[in-house]
């Protein structure tokens, strides 16, 4: 698989930044190196944080187009998840951006919970209901969660446990040989 245009060109500029040659005051470039660091941070949640709303705008936009009954995001997740099992993405493509957004995640609750506010009577009137779906909702999505990392942590040992025994089937054969 090829590295993508962008992680070439930044594996590119980080060689030639450490190529030795003097920055400001003959340091080597080390002088500003605080700063672009926490500039370059920010840029690249920027960068990670805008790629994964590409991904679900584009996802949105093929839900609506193909009329599946499922939301935008949910397939933009599956895909990204996708692309992370099989790499085509690399986690760390996307790791500081999402960090973010879920560090932030309240912050999108907000309009959900200023526009529930305006429906008083219809939580008032089948408030008890309302809750038993929210509890029952969450139940529903603990569970699977626990179950797909349950599954995912099997796989992970299943597959660790098959490269170590492949090592230690290579590294047997040539000392049988003897």
């Known amino acids: 698989m090829s590295t993508p245009v962008l992680a070439r060109s930044v594996r590119s500029a980080a060689s030639r930044a450490g190529d030795g040659t003097a920055g400001v005051g003959g340091q080597g470039g080390q002088g500003g190196e605080e700063h672009l660091s926490g500039v370059g ?3 690249r949640i920027v960068v990670q944080s805008a ?9 949105d936009f093929m839900v ?3 009329h599946l ?3 935008g995001g949910v397939v933009g997740l599956l895909v990204l998840l996708a692309l992370l099992f099989c790499g ?3 986690p760390r493509w ?3 951006g999402a960090d973010w957004l879920l560090s932030d995640m309240l912050l999108f ?3 959900a919970a200023v526009a529930a506010v305006q429906y008083g009577g ?11 779906v929210v509890v029952a909702g969450t139940l529903m999505v603990m569970v699977a969660v626990a179950f797909a990392v349950d599954r995912a942590a099997r796989l992970e040992r299943r597959l660790a446990l098959r490269r170590v025994r492949a090592v230690r089937r290579a590294t047997a054969v040539p000392s049988a040989r003897r």
């Open 122 to 132: 219809l939580f008032r009137a089948d408030g008890w209901r309302l809750a038993l």
């Open 41 to 43: 941070r920010v840029a």
């Open 51 to 59: 790629a994964i709303a590409a991904l679900w705008i584009a996802a």
């Open 94 to 96: 996307v790791k500081a």
């Open 69 to 71: 009954p499922v939301p």
């Open 109 to 111: 609750f907000i309009p």
């Open 88 to 90: 085509g993405v690399a």
């Open 64 to 66: 609506r187009h193909l």
